[in-house]
């Protein structure tokens, strides 16, 4: 069953099919139990950076690189893109897949809490992916916020199964919500 409205899975349908290195992955974190991003939503994440001509990527979480390994499809030879993990063993196998795809841009690694990662970059970024502690969505948001470039996206992984409710996401998207519209935006 997929989260993503129907739209937006028409529009990944006609993307191309996940590469062999994308498909070991996939297989890993279904082996290892460790939850991914998956195809649908990998695609996705490959399509708002391609529309975006994303040069720059900041991932708030980024386990053992899946979805990074859907980004550095996007980005240019000059790209660069930034994961973090608390787990250093996650980030020492993102380096173990990802050195085998065809990216030569630069890759950065940190081990740690992803907030105090951040505020070692300098922005602007032009994409980027919030998929760490549920409860530090917001936080991340704020403080990715003014490093953003123009015509940006970011992305939050999950939030319909961390502490807000489906109906709170749309309620607040709508601006029923002032409350919560005003944490979203």
């Known amino acids: 069953m997929s989260l993503l409205p129907e739209d937006v899975q028409a529009v990944t349908a006609a993307t191309v099919r996940p590469s062999p290195l994308l498909e ?9 139990r460790f939850p991914i991003v998956g195809p649908e939503t990998g695609q996705f994440l490959q399509t708002l ?9 900041f991932e708030f ?12 499809d996007a980005l240019p030879a000059n790209g660069e893109i930034v994961l973090t993990d608390y787990d250093a063993t996650n980030l020492e196998r993102a380096e173990a897949f990802l050195s085998r795809s065809d990216y030569r841009g630069e890759v950065h690694y940190e081990s740690g809490d ?23 969505y917001m936080d991340a ?21 961390g502490p807000m409710s489906p109906a709170d996401v749309r309620a607040a998207l709508e601006g029923a919500n002032d409350d919560l519209s005003e944490r979203l935006y």
């Not at 950076?49 to 990527?57: C, E, F, G, H, S």
């Not at 948001?141 to 319909?160: F, S, T, W």
Request: no cysteine.
């Open 141 to 161: 948001l704020e403080l990715a916020r003014p490093r953003l470039a123009e015509g940006a996206v970011v992305v939050a992984d999950n939030i319909l199964r």
């Open 61 to 72: 979480g980024s386990g053992f690189g899946y979805s990074a390994a859907w980004f550095i």
């Open 49 to 57: 950076a391609t529309l975006v001509n994303a040069r720059r990527v």
């Open 114 to 136: 992803a907030m105090e990662s951040f505020d070692r970059y300098d922005g602007p970024w032009d994409a980027v992916l919030i998929d760490h502690d549920k409860s530090q």
């Open 24 to 32: 070991e992955m996939a297989t890993y974190g279904r082996e290892q």
